[in-house]
């Protein structure tokens, strides 16, 4: 009885640290650059995954409870305080920044996605599902992608938040999906379930993503 009663007071002390650990991701890149280090992080994630699919999206409707504006795409860094302005323009430069901020971080409201795949890369096949564990919103119009543009390398989107977060107090930001382009998407599941959408790559021509899939998808010779 000793032994067992010890066993169940362990437990529940493993309980609140659990739920902080649940409650604590790991920081993971937003984007992924095309520099020289972007086949080896997409490998890494690649293997990681417990299915690779190369689908196309729609809009499955609002998820359930209240929508919740975030940024799109990546988390945003607040413009420096208006207070640090020098100076009248300085002051309407820093206004407009912060105009600009306040407006980013509710642009983006994430709802039940549709997926319907065209290819399995990896993992168990699937055919369709309506993905509503993950920060996604369909959008109309060509996919809002490379996310940024700069004078080393272009970056496309590749991290989706598990919305679980929300109810950790964090704020991730919703991965903007076009329902005009296909993405090659990675899955991680729990307990043997076909899991959700944790990483979604555009699949064009403009993007390298589906090429170093089908590569890496590949058995070896």
């Known amino acids: 009885m000793k032994v ?10 493993l309980q609140p640290l659990e739920q902080a650990f649940a409650c604590s991701p790991v920081r993971k890149p937003a984007l992924l650059p095309l520099d020289d280090a ?15 699919h190369l689908v196309m999206v729609s809009d ?19 413009p420096p305080p208006a207070e640090l302005a020098r100076g009248k323009a300085q002051k309407a430069e820093f206004a407009e920044l912060w105009r600009s901020y306040e407006a980013d971080l509710g642009a983006c409201i994430p709802g039940r996605t549709r997926v319907h795949v065209v290819e399995t890369l990896k993992g168990p096949s699937r055919e369709e599902w309506v993905e509503q564990a ?39 930001f919703a991965r903007r999906m076009s329902r005009q382009a296909a993405y090659v998407v ?36």
């Not at 067992?4 to 002390?13: D, E, G, K, P």
């Not at 972007?38 to 690779?52: I, L």
């Not at 499955?60 to 607040?78: K, Q, T, V, Y």
């Not at 379930?193 to 899939?213: C, M």
């Open 4 to 13: 067992l009663a010890a066993a169940v007071v362990a437990i529940l002390a």
């Open 38 to 52: 972007w086949r080896e992080t997409f490998g890494e994630w690649f293997v990681k995954a417990d299915g690779v």
């Open 60 to 78: 499955a409707g609002p998820l359930e409870g209240a929508a919740w504006p975030m940024p799109c795409d990546r988390n945003i860094h607040p």
């Open 134 to 172: 993950s920060a996604i919103q369909v959008v109309d119009g060509p996919p809002p992608e490379p996310v940024l543009q700069t004078k080393e390398a272009a970056a496309y989107g590749a991290w989706v938040a598990d919305l679980t977060l929300l109810s950790c107090g964090a704020e991730p």
């Open 186 to 221: 990675l899955t991680a599941g729990s307990d043997g379930r076909q899991g959700r959408i944790t990483h979604a790559f555009l699949a064009d021509d403009r993007a390298p993503f589906l090429a170093e899939a089908r590569r890496l998808a590949r058995p070896a010779p």
